[in-house]
Structure formats: C-alpha cells, structure tokens
C-alpha cells in the first residue's frame, strides 16, 4: 500500500510501516502498517526487536499546535 494512503487512513497516530518500495533518495512509497498507536513509546514496544532496523516509524498528524512555529 502507499505510504500516502497508510497517512490518509490513520490520522494522528503514531505509525510502525514495514517498507516494501523506496524512491529517490531512499523515500518510502509503499509499505505495510504492522503497528499504530496515540503514544510513540506504546509503539515501539509493539514492533517486534527482530525488525525494528526496517521499520519507518512517523507520525501521521500535524507536530505543532496551531499557534506555533518551528524553525531549522
């Protein structure tokens, strides 16, 4: 599934995507959700320790809260 779609369909979440297709720049496309969860450590402890160095771990919702800013 594209990670574009797994986004759409889990709003605010915390997301465990185990990649199956890489673009330029090794940017995820495609991939299967093996975890989600509202809290980041809840998460982790949900994936496996065997597969944890091929997961891409995101949060599908917004960072900030309306009103504030970030700069890098």
Do not use: C
């Not at 779609?5 to 709003?11: D, G, V, Y």
């Not at 185990?18 to 959700?33: A, Q, T, Y």
Request: proline share 3%; hydrophobic share 40%; aromatic share 12%.
């Amino acid at each position: 599934m594209k990670i574009k779609t797994i986004l759409e369909n889990h709003k605010d979440r915390w997301l465990a995507i185990r990649v199956s297709r890489f673009g330029e720049n090794n940017i995820p496309l495609e991939g299967e959700l093996i975890a989600e969860d509202e809290d980041r450590e809840k998460l982790w402890k949900k994936v496996p320790q065997s597969k944890k160095k091929a997961i891409y771990i995101l949060f599908s919702g917004d960072y900030l809260e309306e009103g504030y800013a970030a700069a890098f």
